[in-house]
Nanobody, 126 residues
Framework: QVHLVQSGGGLVQAGGSLRLSCAAS????????IGWFRRAPGKEREFVAS????????YLIDSVKGRFTIARDTAKNILYLQMNNLKPEDTAVYYC???????????????????WGQGTQVTVSS
């Protein structure tokens, strides 16, 4: 089991930027797939971005491509979601996730991950 602790988030005006961080305990996680999800009010948890283990292939949903970046610092065991040009529709609770087994692909379902951060609120005002 990997313990994930999130930080970052908050309130920002439309067009602004935020960076979410997710610190992982335990061994280096370069071999693990990582992901970010979000849950807007009244909606299901939605996949946002993923990075595969080993080759660090990334994938983001169309609505955030060109604005969000997923990254990881394997030396510090921290994964990031850099969010630029934020829009009101990005308002949600954001969750980091880590898959600590069989991680060479991109994974987009909540059921693909077995470790989760506590969630952090991002609010974008218009």
């Amino acid at each position: 089991q990997v313990h994930l602790v999130q930080s970052g988030g908050g309130l920002v005006q439309a067009g602004g930027s935020l960076r979410l961080s997710c610190a992982a305990s335990g061994r280096t996680f370069s071999m693990y797939a990582i992901g970010w999800f979000r849950r807007a009010p009244g909606k299901e948890r939605e996949f946002v971005a993923s990075m595969s283990g080993y080759e660090a292939i990334t994938y983001l949903i169309d609505s955030v491509k060109g604005r969000f970046t997923i990254a990881r610092d394997t030396a510090k065991n921290i994964l990031y979601l850099q969010m630029n040009n934020l829009k009101p529709e990005d308002t949600a609770v954001y969750y980091c996730a880590l898959r600590s087994y069989d991680s060479r692909d991109i994974y987009t379902s909540v059921h693909d991950y077995n470790n989760w951060g506590q969630g952090t609120q991002v609010t974008v005002s218009s």
